[in-house]
C-alpha cells in the first residue's frame, strides 16, 4: 500500500485516481500519520431485465419428448 503526504495527494489526484481503479490503495497522511485511505469502487452489477429475450428464441414443441430407444441406448452406455 502507497503513503503519500495531503500535498502530494492535492497536486497528483488524478493520478492517484487512475492507479486506485486499477486496484491498488493509497493512504493520505498529514505529517507522516496516515489520516485516509483512498481506494476503488466495485462496479454495479447491471440490473437483470426478466423476458428481455421475448420473442427471439424458440423451443420446439418436442424439445422434452422421450428419445428414440436406440439413442437412449447410446446415451447410456448400452449400444
Do not use: C, W, Y
Request: net charge positive; proline share 6%; hydrophobic share 40%.
Amino acid at each position: 500500500m502507497q503513503t503519500v503526504n495531503i500535498h502530494e495527494a492535492k497536486t497528483h489526484l488524478s493520478r492517484l485516481v487512475e492507479e486506485v481503479s486499477k486496484g491498488s490503495e493509497i493512504l493520505i497522511a498529514k505529517s507522516g500519520k496516515p489520516m485516509a485511505k483512498l481506494s476503488g469502487i466495485k462496479a454495479a452489477k447491471p440490473r437483470r431485465k426478466p423476458g428481455f429475450l421475448k420473442g427471439k428464441i424458440r423451443i420446439a414443441e418436442d424439445f422434452d419428448a422421450p428419445l428414440p430407444g436406440d439413442l437412449l441406448d447410446a446415451f447410456e452406455g448400452k449400444a
